[in-house]
């Protein structure tokens, strides 16, 4: 039983105060440092003029459509862009290789075909586990691309094998707060570049 299972009560009011009150907990520890690392990660790709290729299914899936458009939109910076691009935002592209290779190539057919030395590849989960981010990972590392884990629960085998990370610690399948804090790094990141650029 998670910490969500614990405070569900009928009452939707109460069930409101007491998911607020754990997501405030949830937020308070992750490590800020680790947010700093990852905004350095970002910072010297802009530099490169390296890509950020974005990752995720399902929820993360969404938030790494929205990262992609916060870092290279979001941040209003065209002379020396963010070059960010989501691998989940092509659905002809997504079904061609699930149907024709099998799901766990979603993302790393993509990869092979634009990523570079140099890059990042941010993939977003909250087990950490899915078969079809490790095997991006598994690509980036032979590729001289850096990797980077955005995660929640243990954090999975991907916060073992990334090079870096951020990692958001809640209970195993407590989904919601997960993805919650996800897109609060979302935010987060994206308003500290937006103004960065403005003031370098």
């Given at each position: 039983?998670?910490n969500?299972?614990?405070?569900?009560?009928?009452d939707?009011?109460a069930?409101?105060?007491?998911?607020?009150?754990?997501?405030?907990?949830?937020?308070?520890?992750?490590?800020?440092r680790?947010?700093?690392?990852?905004?350095?990660?970002?910072?010297?790709?802009?530099?490169?003029?390296?890509?950020?290729?974005f990752?995720?299914?399902?929820?993360?899936a969404?938030?790494?459509?929205?990262?992609?458009?916060?870092?290279?939109i979001?941040?209003?910076?065209?002379?020396?862009?963010?070059?960010?691009?989501?691998l989940?935002?092509?659905?002809?592209?997504l079904?061609?290789?699930?149907?024709?290779?099998?799901?766990e190539?979603?993302?790393?057919?993509?990869?092979?075909?634009?990523?570079?030395?140099?890059?990042?590849?941010?993939?977003?989960?909250?087990?950490?586990n899915?078969?079809n981010?490790?095997?991006?990972?598994e690509h980036?590392?032979?590729?001289?691309?850096?990797?980077?884990?955005?995660?929640?629960?243990?954090?999975?085998?991907?916060k073992?094998?990334a090079?870096?990370?951020?990692?958001?610690?809640?209970?195993?399948?407590?989904y919601?707060?997960?993805?919650?804090?996800?897109?609060v790094?979302?935010?987060?990141?994206?308003?500290?570049?937006?103004?960065?650029?403005?003031?370098?």
């Open positions: 039983m998670n969500i299972d614990r405070f569900f009560t009928t939707p009011v069930f409101a105060n007491a998911y607020l009150d754990y997501l405030t907990t949830v937020l308070k520890r992750i490590d800020a680790e947010i700093g690392r990852f905004v350095k990660t970002l910072l010297e790709a802009r530099e490169r003029g390296s890509t950020v290729f990752i995720g299914n399902g929820g993360s969404a938030t790494a459509s929205h990262f992609a458009n916060d870092i290279s979001g941040t209003n910076e065209y002379a020396k862009p963010f070059r960010a691009l989501s989940t935002d092509n659905v002809p592209i079904t061609a290789i699930s149907n024709d290779f099998g799901y190539d979603a993302f790393v057919r993509q990869l092979r075909v634009l990523g570079r030395k140099g890059d990042v590849l941010v993939a977003i989960s909250a087990s950490g899915s078969p981010l490790l095997k991006a990972f980036a590392r032979e590729a001289g691309i850096k990797t980077v884990a955005i995660t929640a629960f243990d954090g999975g085998k991907m073992a094998t090079d870096e990370g951020i990692h958001v610690p809640t209970d195993p399948k407590e919601g707060p997960a993805e919650d804090a996800h897109m790094l979302d935010h987060l990141v994206g308003a500290y570049l937006m103004r960065y650029v403005r003031t370098t």
